[in-house]
């Protein structure tokens, strides 16, 4: 990165500083975003660390950084905010794998028995047909919590057959998947050991099944920076979307950390820039917002999520 890219960056930073002072507003930024965009950040987190900040902030406005489902969490969560998501265009392709119509026509396969836990990576209307949502952070937790000894999960298929692994109860699954992680090959996993032996092999629950088979740690985002920094291991080989890279580095400067592929990129979670937030404050834009009668069922889902205590 060249200074003067650098020094422009910093001035846009300095720009969104005060705008955000002005307007009451807070930055949110998921883990998979650009670096400059979590150095600014209020906070930088996992779905479900963001989802609670959401829910709790008193700032008038959120700008959130991250992806349409992401802000529109936020739009559920706290009504009475005003929620902006910098580019319209920062979709989920897995959360557009499942229609509230399809999961419908599911539910009534399935019968009134079976509870449909749905990830947060999906529309308002998808929470809107759903019992209860998870993140990667909290999945096992909320299959636990419920006394049905069958469950459905929704959208993502490789977060369904990792849960089944922690749980009596028998977990059916929609078969959704994230491009970014499902597409990663156990070869390439051998090819980042062969260049990092040693290595702590840590991946994201989203990767398919062979992966987690190979892998030491299993965690969200948020939990592998955790792990990174309490474990005693000083070299990781890290399977899941390179925005985690930037901070797993910066906050262990003694631990060496290889990104397992240089396809794991998440063009969605890459599109906003610096520019665009300071835009988005500058002109209060693009607002998100949930149709009333989608958006309090879907609040029910996401509330249920957030009342189960933190693991
Ligand atoms: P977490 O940060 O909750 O682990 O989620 C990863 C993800 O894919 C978000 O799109
Ligand atoms: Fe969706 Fe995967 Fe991108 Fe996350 S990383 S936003 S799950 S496509």
């Given at each position: 990165m060249s200074s003067i890219v650098s020094d422009e960056i910093a001035e846009y930073q300095g720009k969104i500083r005060s705008l955000l002072k002005e307007r009451n507003a807070i930055l949110l930024a998921h883990n998979y975003q650009r670096d400059e965009i979590q150095e600014v950040a209020d906070i930088a987190g996992d779905s479900l660390e963001l989802s609670r900040k959401a829910a709790e902030t008193?700032?008038?406005v959120i700008v959130f950084c991250g992806v349409h489902f992401m802000a529109e969490s936020a739009a559920i969560l706290s009504p009475q905010k005003t929620v902006l998501l910098?580019?319209?265009?920062?979709?989920c392709p897995m959360a557009d794998m499942i229609t509230p119509e399809k999961l419908r026509r599911k539910r009534e396969e399935l019968g009134p028995d079976v509870p449909v836990v749905t990830y947060v990576n999906s529309s308002a209307a998808v929470k809107a047909e759903s019992d209860i949502c998870c993140t990667s952070a909290n999945a096992v937790a909320v299959v636990e919590s419920l006394s049905a000894d069958r469950v459905f999960m929704t959208p993502d298929q490789n977060l369904a057959k990792y849960v089944a692994r922690f749980t009596k109860k028998r977990v059916d699954y929609w078969k959704g998947f994230c491009p970014t992680h499902h597409l990663l090959k156990p070869s390439q996993v051998l090819a980042a050991r062969a260049a990092l032996p040693d290595a702590k092999v840590v991946a994201h629950p989203e990767c398919p099944p062979e992966i987690i088979d190979m892998a030491d740690h299993v965690t969200s985002t948020s939990g592998m920076y955790r792990y990174a920094t309490e474990s005693g291991a000083k070299r990781f080989i890290i399977a899941t979307?390179?925005?985690?890279?930037y901070r797993l580095r910066k906050e262990n400067p003694d631990k060496e950390f290889l990104h397992?592929?240089?396809?794991?990129?998440?063009p969605n979670m890459k599109v906003t820039s610096i520019e665009d937030v300071y835009d988005a404050l500058l002109e209060m834009k693009e607002v998100i917002t949930v149709p009333e009668d989608i958006r309090v069922r879907a609040k029910v889902t996401l509330e249920r999520m957030l009342a189960i205590p933190r693991g």
């Open positions: 008193d700032a008038d910098p580019r319209m265009e920062a979709g979307e390179s925005g985690i890279m397992v592929s240089a396809d794991m990129i998440c």
